[in-house]
């Protein structure tokens, strides 16, 4: 296991944020799309938590980089990288387990397809720090 400093690169800070205001952007487009309040209120809060998971996996990559409980947090970082893909997939497509329907708006889904873009740039680089097998190189 390599050890590493988490010094984010201005490239992944950029990722990270343009990430985070999508999923802003994204929370306002949904209201355009919802069916019934309840609908409305499900997409907001899975939309919301998208925003925590985020966050949530920078602490347990900090505190895999610094050693705290590192299998603990290695174990925790997956089940977030695992949650946030699936509430992803599940406001684009919908998900019976999360309650959310389908999203037909197209601008909800040219906004969702900004965030699985940033998406797809940073999961590699989470799941190598959530297995332990990042290096220096990943986080450049």
């Not at 802003?24 to 907001?44: F, P, V």
């Not at 809060?45 to 949530?56: E, W």
């Not at 290695?74 to 959310?100: C, H, M, P, V, Y």
Request: proline fraction near 3%.
């Amino acid at each position: 296991m390599t050890s590493f400093l988490i010094a984010p690169s201005k490239k992944s800070l950029l990722t990270i944020h343009t990430l985070y205001l999508s999923l802003c952007l994204m929370m306002l487009a949904t209201q355009a799309s919802t069916k019934t309040a309840e609908d409305y209120a499900n997409i907001l809060n899975q939309s919301g938590k998208q925003r925590m998971l985020t966050q949530k996996m920078s602490k347990e990559s900090l505190l895999i980089a610094l050693g705290h409980e590192s299998a603990e947090n290695q174990a925790k970082l997956r089940s977030t990288i695992s949650l946030f893909d699936r509430t992803l997939k599940g406001l684009k497509s919908g998900n019976a387990d999360l309650e959310l329907p389908a999203n037909s708006q197209p601008q909800i889904l040219a906004q969702l397809a900004v965030v699985e873009q940033l998406w797809a740039k940073l999961k590699p680089t989470v799941e190598a720090i959530s297995i332990g097998t990042v290096t220096d190189s990943d986080l450049k």
